[in-house]
């Protein structure tokens, strides 16, 4: 079965630190690992996706997530956090033609 | 290119009416999805399309809920009668591939209240 957990549902961050959003994986077979971010009002947009190679994967708006095979760990990171960034965000699992999401993390940055 | 629109943003209904979401993907994509956020849960896969078959309707949680697809273009959701559990927000997303590495577009979700 295909499962994904994010620990925190809120990650508070002041403008300027680096951001970490955590997530955690379990599948069956190969892992194809997403990000997708929901701003207010608006749909869920793609940030990044891991599906082989190199196990640091730079996505939009500066984030990049680093894929963790022993520790089944897919963690969203942004080296400078922007009040821009406050947001919800998802991580998820895709197995076949499903995705497999997340709780959610709300992510706010504090001027 | 315009993106997967949704309609109605919100809605608000009593227990025991009837409810019609609609989606519109992006033209030319043939897979059309439904997942739904119960809650502050996790967003959960309802059913898919490809032009106007079901290819899987596995997370629909009841013969409450009826998903139509005429035609291959747009996509309707039918909650009838509605009940207080299914109160979410209603996501709708399209793609042109499928696959476990391809992303889809996502609608911005029509938030369904039931009182």
């Known amino acids: 079965a295909q499962s994904v957990a994010q620990p925190e549902d809120q990650v508070n961050v002041a403008e300027g630190n680096p951001l970490t959003v955590k997530c955690t994986y379990s599948v069956s077979g190969n892992p194809y690992l997403f990000w997708y971010v929901q701003y207010p009002n608006r749909g869920l947009q793609f940030l990044l996706k891991y599906i082989t190679g190199d196990n640091l994967v730079k996505g939009s708006y500066g984030f990049e997530a680093e894929f963790n095979k022993s520790q089944t760990s897919f963690h969203l990171k942004k080296p400078s956090a922007l009040v821009s960034d406050s947001a919800l965000y998802f991580c998820a699992v895709k197995a076949g033609n499903q995705f497999y999401f997340g709780t959610g993390t709300s992510l706010t940055v504090i001027p | 290119e315009a993106g997967v629109t949704q309609f109605p943003s919100h809605s608000v209904i009593e227990k025991g009416q009837t409810v019609t979401l609609r989606c519109d993907p992006i033209?030319?994509?043939?897979?059309l999805y439904w997942y739904r956020r119960v809650m502050g849960k996790e967003i959960k896969f309802l059913l898919h399309f490809v032009k106007e078959s079901k290819q899987d309707e596995s997370g629909m949680p009841n013969n409450r809920f009826l998903a139509e697809r005429t035609g291959g273009t747009y996509s309707t959701l039918k909650v009838q009668p509605a009940e207080l559990e299914d109160s979410g927000v209603y996501f709708c997303?399209?793609?042109?591939?499928?696959?476990?590495?391809?992303?889809?577009?996502f609608g911005s979700g029509t938030r369904l209240t039931v009182v």
């Open positions: 033209s030319g994509h043939d897979n």
């Open positions: 997303a399209s793609s042109q591939a499928t696959g476990p590495t391809n992303g889809y577009t």
